[in-house]
């Protein structure tokens, strides 16, 4: 049972332009949502995050937007550079929880020159 | 800087082999936790740790086990090695009640085997 899903296991974008990577969930108890990047060889690394109270929150390039009704987050990369071509993956906690997260599949980001 | 350390990069193993992932991190966090990163499937929890000798079952625990003797190292073993246990394998740890709810990963380790 995939609580987290990343339906796009692929996306490739023209440098400059926008990616938009997309994420759904099932388990209306997640209320703590992160993007981690994940380049080859190495760990994921903590990218942004959104809570639940919120439904936009921005760092740099990096925007995330939360769509509780429909259990969906959205993670925007304006403008996109080389340097993110790697694996994003999505992932969900409940902070009444365990501090688990619950990981989607990933998704690979190829930026283009 | 928070550093993860993974004791293998690469491991090839036969199958029945008792195999030991060691993880240490130097950032004194409570939490410490084991996960496989499989195509398609992304990164499953197969134990956590909140504190030393403390341990829970992640959501793929079968066939493997967990050690966790002192704050900074989390071991990961697999009693009598599978091929379906090929994977990579990575290490997390965070500090509770931060609010960031971030995970630090190590570098992870590829495991084959044959």
């Known amino acids: 049972d995939q609580q987290v899903k990343q339906n796009s296991p692929s996306l490739s974008v023209q440098e400059g332009r926008i990616s938009i990577l997309n994420c759904d969930y099932t388990?209306?108890?997640?209320?703590?949502f992160l993007w981690y990047k994940k380049y080859p060889a190495e760990g994921p690394t903590f990218l942004i995050s959104?809570?639940?109270?919120?439904d936009k929150n921005e760092d740099g390039r990096f925007t995330v937007f939360l769509n509780k009704s429909a259990k969906h987050l959205s993670l925007h990369i304006v403008p996109s550079q080389p340097g993110d071509s790697a694996v994003y993956f999505c992932?969900?906690?409940?902070?009444?929880?365990?501090?688990?997260?619950?990981f989607g599949q990933g998704t690979r980001l190829t930026i283009n020159p | 800087d928070v550093k993860v350390t993974q004791s293998s990069r690469y491991l090839v193993k036969r199958t029945g082999e008792k195999v030991f992932l060691e993880c240490v991190q130097d950032?004194?966090?409570?939490?410490m936790f084991w996960y496989r990163q499989d195509p398609g499937l992304g990164l499953r929890l197969i134990y956590f740790?909140?504190?030393?000798?403390?341990?829970e079952k992640g959501d793929i625990p079968e066939g493997y086990s967990v050690s966790r003797e002192k704050k900074e190292r989390f071991s990961l073993i697999l009693e009598s090695a599978s091929t379906n246990q090929t994977s990579m394998y990575l290490c997390?740890?965070?500090?509770?009640?931060?609010?960031?709810?971030?995970?630090?990963f190590g570098p992870g380790t590829r495991l084959t085997v044959l």
């Open positions: 388990n209306s108890m997640f209320d703590y």
């Open positions: 959104i809570s639940s109270i919120k």
């Open positions: 992932a969900a906690s409940a902070i009444r929880g365990a501090q688990k997260l619950v």
């Open positions: 950032m004194d966090h409570e939490n």
């Open positions: 740790s909140y504190d030393v000798k403390m341990k």
């Open positions: 997390a740890s965070s500090v509770p009640g931060t609010g960031a709810w971030s995970q630090f």
